[in-house]
């Protein structure tokens, strides 16, 4: 450093005669206090002038006159030198600390050393704080030692006279050690900046530091939990800075019961607890309150481990096997037991005889290796356990733990375990191991120490065997499911499935029976006519769903498809079976099916509670599943095509009616939703034709325009356009039914304070962003759905009547949709975050294992039966794809499906090419092109309809629902109306209309890829990514 000093000085002498010289040597005149008498400049190693001029500016370079200069130079009377640099290093954490930064000038600031008397001195001490500053802070120091706080005197260099001490000090002045300390105490300080100002005081070093972090973690003793993190931060920061150790204090009661919560809310998988002053005082034996408490944690899910340093062999003290010997044998079957730091490992039968498990270790280990076994091998130990459960006996046990720790399986997770112990701090913290084992689980002292330097430790306000109680207690006590009703849940399930199932039925049957009736191009009319009552029904079945009861709305919804399957067989049996009655039918099917989907939608979150999104998905999957099921594997299409066209139509009238009405009247619950203030009443009818006679009299005229020209696209639009007149959609264009995230009021507020307009310009912009979400989110499930629907219900259909002919096309349609619905089903269930599953005899598995294994299995089945019959090494072939797509599935973000919809709309190019130039690929037939693309096809469009939905929902206020999914649903069939209206044209223009209408649909298809491609940008709080970081 001196070497350094030196260097600096030498180099400033030999250029003190040069112009930069002296503009560098003014700008450290200018960083520190300026003397209240002038300073008279004179060239350097020369007498000052006789007559000096107060204030005088020369244009030679010049140096300040120093007594030091030379013993023999006389000079007027001197200004001090800068001495800027001390503060610079506090500069930075100032700024990081917003309110310290903005504060007033007039603070007060650290006393600053005192000011060196030469500019060698200045220079010296400069070069020594650069030294001390850390490495992202030295550009700061050597811009404040260089510059000062600011140009006061101008560009030229020179010091004004004018300039006094008092009115000279930086614009940005340090905090002082008392603000910093304010700040760090503050609760209504955010966690960040109190963190900031403490790590900033800290840095201060010396005695007055220390006595500051002491006082700082003493304060707020009653506080949550932001102020235990600044008390653990105050004592790491004594330990690491300082070398003072202090011992973190008991949580307030106010923090414990919030930790109590977690546990019973969140709860473990795997609950590790020490012994001896833990659940028990030393060495004594378990009461019954212990066994009771460990067996009921047990019961709730939770799997509880003993990790104890005693032995299990005496050694001339009680060992941890005799001091559990008083349980009972149903207490003791639920435990693991690990004795000596994990050297030994013990389970118990269904008799309460102890089964040790391989070779105890010589030494005792740490606590460390003890919690890597037991979270490394937690299935495999449930597993065991289950099989003794059922009757292993005690000496098969360490065989079979050999067979079942063969079987791979993923550590527990940290953040699925809690830690309990005595021995958190100083010589006694042999249960220290097992945190510092485990980062990120949370860790329970029960000895009223905790050593600050582990992470998520919490130091309990009672101790031993009354904190574990308690401790055990949370973990049995039922979680707080947000309003999860099990029973409707399985009800609604159960009734959705039947009606898949019938619905399937009819939607394979009905292009069948109505296409010979009206030809294909009416028949693109009709199902482009069907959605339009939906359209403008959509907003009032919102509404019915928001004021109904569930049983209520469901009942309703079952009542009207049984009526309306009949609809047809009647129409057929009056012998009027033809386009005005298909007409009516098709839009009456299209209204009930508008009104199931939106009760469906908001009654998921009614009744799932904190599970939304994985009954959501199963809800999804459901449908899909069975779709594949009787689509594609069981070929219920071949049925169809034998039975008369009006058979599945009576049966699903019969399933509605006898089955699924009585089980939702059974199941689901009849409560309504609170009900919100009537609205006023606007007059009835008359007012009601008053403010739409504009819209009638547009969508009348559009009526008449389909008489006249056979084309649905005006009525679409002007139906389209008198919803966008309701007030339900300019509440949401408005997003008066959003719920409002914490971003949207961190931009108010940024907004707000926002120094001039272009700052906020960029704020604006995105809170409105976040304020049409909802409506966005409505215009892209509208748009999905027209590229979607139409190609399934109307091309697909024409395109199994053009391959396979009248008689095969039942049944191909069939496999068609099972293959689209079949990709579907594996992008969903890769993502799906399924709760464990306890199954006889394999113990806990995850849930979403279990159904992954399932698809697989039906992968294999469909090429072994159907794709490639009879071709073991194809089905394998199978397995391994469909493994692979899953995992690829599973690393994708709800904003990636969004983004990535374009893929899966591409796919339809592969059919389209074997078709338009055969031969291209000699071992693949138009039929398995169309099966495969289809199959790629549903595997992209799935997963992004269920993000949007999920999306909406999350976004959504919840006594909205019904509106916002019901004002949904009118866009999602007018852009449907739009498609199959277009498709009806396509189709009538050309003959054949396959291949060639692939032309037109993979251009709507490139379009429409590229808008989702981008629209993530319009959907903000979407998951960051695309793809999931590990």
Sequence with gaps: MRLLSAALSLALALLSAGPGASAALAQVVKAGPAAAVPIVPGAPFRLTPATPAPGSVLSAPVLPTVPSASPSLKAVPTAVLPVAAAAAPLALPAAAIPR??????????VQAPAAPATALETLTAGVRTVGRAATRQRGAVLDAFFTGAAARSGANGVVSASDSAPNSRPLLAAPSNA?????????????????????????????????????????NKEGPAADYEVHRAALRALAEDHGVMRSLRPVS???ADELLSRLADAKPRLAVFDYDDTLEKNSRPASPETGAALKAASDAGVDVAILSGRAFAA??????????????????????????????????????????????????????????????????????RELMRWGLPAAAADTVMGWLTRIPETPTAASETLLVGDQFFGRRSADSAMTRATPGALSISVGRKGDPRLDDLFVWPTKGHAASMELLGA??????????????????????????FAFILTTIAYPGLAAPVVGWTVFGSLLALGPLAAIAAGPANGRRADTLSPRAVMALNMAIRAALALSLPAFAYLGVLNFWTLLLSA???????????????AMVRRLAGRHQNAVQTLSSMNFVALQVLFGLLLGIGSYIDAWDPMTPFF??????????VPLVLTLLPGGKPAAEPAAPSAGGLFAFAKRYWKEGLLTAAAAAAYLAWQTVLPLSAALFYWVLQTDAVKALRAGDYREVAPREKELAAAIDEAASPAQAAPLIKEAAAWKSRQFMTVLYTGLQAAMTYPFQNFALPLIAVTLMGPQGKAMFLGKLLGALYFGNLISNAAQADLPDLRLPLLGRIPGDRVLKALILALAGAWVYTGLVPGSALAAAAAVAAAAALMWFASKVTPRGWIHMLGF???????????????????????????????????????????????????????????????????????????????????????SPAFPALFVPIGAAFLVTGFLFWTAHKRLPGLPPGFFKQP
Aim: aromatic share 8%; proline share 5%; hydrophobic share 50%.
């Design 100 to 109: 310290l930064a903005a504060g007033p000038l007039s603070q007060p600031s």
């Design 179 to 219: 603000a910093l300390e304010a700040e760090a105490v503050d609760p209504a300080s955010p966690l960040a900046e109190r963190r900031a100002a403490l790590a900033a005081v800290s840095k201060l070093g010396g005695a007055e530091a220390k006595r500051t972090l002491l006082r700082i973690a003493a304060a």
């Design 253 to 255: 009661r106010a923090h």
């Design 315 to 384: 050694h001339g003290q009680v060992s941890v096997l005799e001091s559990l010997a008083p349980l009972t044998a149903e207490q003791k079957a639920v435990l693991t037991v690990a004795g000596r730091g994990g050297a030994e490992l013990a389970v118990y039968d269904v008799q309460g005889r102890e089964a040790r498990l391989g070779e105890p270790a010589y030494a005792k280990r740490p606590k460390s290796d003890g919690m890597a076994v037991l979270r490394g091998r937690q299935a495999a130990f449930e597993r065991l």
């Design 475 to 500: 973990l049995a006590k039922p979680a707080d499911d947000g309003g999860f009703d099990r029973k409707a849940v399985i009800g609604f399930f159960l009734a959705r499935s039947l009606s898949i």
């Design 587 to 601: 839009a009456a099917n299209g209204w009930a099916l508008s009104a199931t989907m939106t009760t469906d939608s």
């Design 651 to 660: 049966i699903s009238a019969a399933v509605h009616a006898f089955v699924i």
């Design 904 to 990: 899966g709309l591409a796919a339809v190019s592969l059919p389209a090419a074997v078709w338009f130039f055969p031969g291209t690929i000699p071992f693949l037939s138009v039929q398995t092109a169309l099966l495969l693309g289809m199959l790629a096809f549903g595997l992209f469009v799935g997963p992004a309809s269920v993000s949007l939905n999920i999306y909406q929902q999350n976004n959504t206020d919840k006594g909205d629902l019904g509106k916002v999914f019901g004002t949904g649903s009118s866009f999602f069939n007018t852009f449907s109306s739009f498609s199959y209206a277009l498709l009806g044209v396509g189709a009538a223009a050309l």
